[in-house]
C-alpha cells in the first residue's frame, strides 16, 4: 500500500512565525503536490514537485515555498504565517509518465495561525 | 480552463436508500481523466475511481457505480443501499492528458442516517 505521512496532525502557530510542514512517501513516486483545503472550495493545489529539486506553482502559491532534496520528502514553508492560512493542509503523491495517475494522500495537517 | 461543479452542498439520506452524487465538468482537452474520492471524517482522501474520456462505459464496484456521459459532461456516482459507513465527503476530479494537476469540485457531504 501508499503510504504518505504528514509530520503533524493538528498546529497551532502565531502571525509572522515560519511554518515547516512536512510529507513523506514510501513508493517512490516522482510526483509531489501540497493542497490546501477549504468549506466549500475544494481543494486547491499550492506548489506541485515531478523531481527532486523541482518544482511548479499551482493555483495559490502566494505566501507559500516548497522544498524537495530527496524524492521521497517534500516540505511546505510559510515564511510568515498569517491568520488567512489557517487551513487544513494535504500532501499528495502519485507516479508519472505519458498519463494521468490516481494521487494518493496523506492524512492532513490542521493548521492554526493565531 | 478546467472547472468541476459539484452543485450537492450536502445530502442526507436514511440507511439503505440509493443516492447520487453529480458532478459537472468542463474541459477543452480531447484526452482526460475523472476522479472521485471519498474523504471520511478521519480525513485523509482515499481514491476510488480513475476515468478517462475515451472509456464511457459505465462501472460498477460492489454498492458503487459510476456514469460517465460525455454528452452532458457529467461523471456522476451512485451508492447503492446506502450505509452510514458512507457518510463522508466525496470529491470529483479532473485531470488532463499528462495530469500532474487535479482540479476539484467543492465536495458533496453525504450523510447516512441509521
Known amino acids: 500500500d501508499v503510504k504518505v505521512t504528514q509530520s503533524s496532525r493538528y498546529l497551532v502557530k502565531r502571525t509572522g512565525e515560519k511554518v515547516f510542514l512536512e510529507c513523506v512517501q514510501d513508493?517512490?513516486?516522482?510526483?509531489m503536490f501540497w493542497y490546501r483545503q477549504d468549506p466549500g472550495l475544494g481543494l486547491r493545489l499550492i506548489y506541485f514537485s515531478y523531481d527532486v529539486k523541482m518544482k511548479e506553482k499551482g493555483d495559490i502559491p502566494e505566501g507559500y515555498s516548497v522544498s524537495r532534496e530527496k524524492k521521497e520528502r517534500f516540505s511546505l514553508i510559510l515564511e510568515s504565517a498569517s491568520t488567512n492560512q489557517t487551513s487544513m493542509y494535504l500532501c499528495?503523491?502519485?507516479?508519472?509518465?505519458?498519463?494521468?495517475?490516481?494521487?494518493?494522500f496523506g492524512p492532513g495537517t490542521r493548521l492554526t495561525v493565531t | 480552463a478546467q472547472k468541476v461543479t459539484q452543485a450537492q452542498t450536502e445530502i442526507s439520506v436514511v440507511e439503505k436508500e440509493d443516492v447520487t452524487l453529480d458532478c459537472v465538468y468542463e474541459t477543452r482537452d480531447t484526452t482526460y481523466y475523472l476522479f472521485w474520492y471519498k474523504q471520511p471524517p478521519s480525513g485523509e482522501l482515499v481514491f476510488l475511481i480513475r476515468?478517462?474520456?475515451?472509456?464511457?462505459q459505465n462501472e460498477i464496484s460492489g454498492r458503487y457505480s459510476w456514469n460517465f456521459q460525455k454528452s452532458t459532461s457529467s461523471f456522476n456516482f451512485t451508492i447503492t443501499a446506502s450505509q452510514v459507513v458512507d457518510s463522508a465527503v466525496y470529491f470529483c476530479?479532473?485531470?488532463?492528458?499528462?495530469?500532474?494537476?487535479?482540479?476539484f469540485g467543492a465536495g458533496t457531504i453525504l450523510r447516512v442516517k441509521s
Open positions: 476515468r478517462n474520456s475515451f472509456d464511457e
Open positions: 499528495a503523491s502519485s507516479l508519472t509518465g505519458g498519463t494521468s495517475y490516481e494521487q494518493y
Open positions: 513508493m517512490d513516486h516522482e510526483n
Open positions: 476530479a479532473l485531470s488532463g492528458e499528462y495530469g500532474n494537476k487535479l482540479v
